[in-house]
């Protein structure tokens, strides 16, 4: 791997600050989707591994949280500026073993490091409250403390933001973290930790444990020191995980899948509008839980729309993230293909028609033809689950009413887009999408100070922003009698 900086390549995880082995010595090799070349190896760790990285963050934690926001914000502020100082080696690792453009990989470290500068500053933040008292002789007042030990489960397609917008509130609340991230990309987690130990990130409070996903898993829900669970990832996984949290009544975060509709209504600017669905529909190749994953095209501007939107994906070229001038890399893998394969390939049966793309790419690996498709139905997969790839499947409507219904008719709800220059109407639209997140007249929606989750089976809770705090932090109200 060429790094200008190799210690930021890790190969081992991290327990209570040593950089350590499996104990069965079980490596797991780890490769580039875009060439499936070998990368290099992690540790395959299990139970016995979570729950030494749960006590040395149980130890860890109880210093952490004695010192002052002032003290952890400083700290996370080292960490915010080594992320950046590196940004160039750890967007190689990303693309490296996540595929996404070069480009787009610098983005993600920006983004990632986003969340540390921000709950940093946030880390003095954490005020309390006094209650004015309905009896004369008390005094009533809230403070704000961390909740303890934190498990974080992160997925693949943000191989580093997903995992700063956890660790950085929690180690800004005052919490420890075993993190447990993707099978597919642990290096670029290695790194963030590695950096997060240079900054003054004492050992304990930041631990990676790498391996088998659902023994690491039960570990850390089924601890009682675990206070609290993260997880991003798929709403299978997470309903499992939700259930295996409430035997020790844990808090949790989860954010899951999406099935975004992206809108056009008939009064929108087409090309403005295109414009966003190319950000939203392809962004990551299309492996984003935010992704518009349903295009609602009204029905007057349906072939304008559609005829702008295929030149538009036309121009996009597909390659491995590391050449110049790519704007679409490899899906993560085989079983990725198969998904989008698979919803491509039920939607013509089902009288879809193909405008571009649909087959794999002539790269093979994990590339795929970006694909837009017209006429597709509610009747199709594709309306019901997120196709995690880079096919624009175009539904037609007619009146706003019918759309909202569509639009809504998904046990979803993380973002949704629209375009429209109705003012009426793009409030009326933004508050009848049941939804986390609104995009009205772009696809681009996320950034560190904004509050990222999903109502419905999208998830519970929200990340970043002044509101990403709370999830780290529980009330305790002080009652002082007698006064
Ligand atoms: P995807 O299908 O996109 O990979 P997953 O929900 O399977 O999404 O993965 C998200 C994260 O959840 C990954 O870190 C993965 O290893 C982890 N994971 C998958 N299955 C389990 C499980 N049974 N217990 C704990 N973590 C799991």
């Not at 991003?232 to 009544?249: D, E, P, Q």
């Amino acid at each position: 791997m060429s790094l200008s900086k190799p210690f930021l390549f890790r190969q081992q995880a991290l327990i209570g600050g040593l950089w350590c082995q499996a104990d069965s010595g079980m490596l797991q090799p780890i490769y580039n989707p875009a060439s499936g070349d070998l990368l290099g190896h992690v540790p395959h760790m299990g139970a016995e591994e979570a729950r030494r990285a749960i006590t040395a963050a149980v130890e860890a934690q109880k210093a952490w949280a004695r010192r002052t926001g002032h003290e952890r914000a400083r700290v996370l502020r080292r960490w915010f500026e080594l992320v950046l100082q590196h940004q160039e080696d750890l967007a190689r690792l990303l693309t490296l073993e996540q595929g996404r453009p070069l480009a787009e990989a610098r983005g993600e470290i920006a983004y990632g490091a986003s969340f540390i500068e921000w709950f940093a500053e946030e880390a003095k933040r954490s005020y309390g409250d006094v209650i004015p008292s309905p009896q004369a002789d008390k005094r009533l007042v809230v403070i704000r403390q961390p909740v303890g030990v934190v498990a974080a489960i992160t997925p693949w397609n943000f191989p580093n933001a997903m995992i700063t917008r956890k660790a950085a509130p929690a180690l800004a609340a005052g919490c420890a973290v075993v993190l447990k991230p993707a099978p597919q990309t642990p290096f670029s987690a290695l790194a963030l930790a590695a950096l997060a130990a240079e900054a003054g990130v004492p050992a304990g409070v930041l631990n990676v444990v790498t391996g088998d996903a659902a023994a690491i898993g039960e570990a850390l829900t089924a601890s009682p020191q675990v206070a609290k669970l993260s997880f991003t990832g798929s709403t299978a996984v997470g309903r499992k995980l939700l259930a295996l949290c409430a035997n020790t009544v844990k808090r949790v975060s989860l954010e899951l899948g999406g099935n975004a509709p992206f809108i056009v209504f008939e009064d929108a600017d087409l090309d403005a509008a295109v414009e966003g669905c190319i950000a939203s529909k392809f962004r990551n190749n299309g492996q984003t839980c935010v992704c518009a994953n349903r295009i609602y095209v009204q029905d007057g501007v349906y072939e304008a729309f559609a005829r702008k939107l295929a030149d538009a994906v036309r121009k996009l070229r597909v390659g491995n993230g590391l050449e110049e001038g790519v704007s679409l890399g490899p899906l993560i893998d085989q079983r990725a293909v198969h998904k989008v394969e698979a919803h491509v390939a039920d939607a013509l049966a089902q009288g879809a028609q193909l405008v571009q793309g649909g087959t794999r790419h002539a790269l093979g690996h994990g590339f795929f033809e970006p694909t837009v498709l017209v006429e597709v139905t509610q009747a199709m997969r594709i309306a019901q689950e997120e196709t995690f790839g880079p096919v624009a499947a175009l539904f037609r409507f007619q009146s706003e009413r019918a759309l909202l219904e569509m639009a809504n008719a998904t046990e979803y709800g993380l973002a949704a887009y629209f375009y429209s220059r109705d003012q009426a109407r793009c409030w009326r639209v933004a508050e009848a999408l049941e939804c986390g997140m609104v995009g009205i007249n772009t696809g681009l929606i996320t950034n560190e100070a904004v509050p990222f989750g999903g109502v419905k089976q999208s998830g519970l809770g929200r990340e970043g922003s002044r509101y990403g705090l709370d999830e780290y932090l529980e009330l305790k109200y002080l009652c002082f009698g007698g006064q």
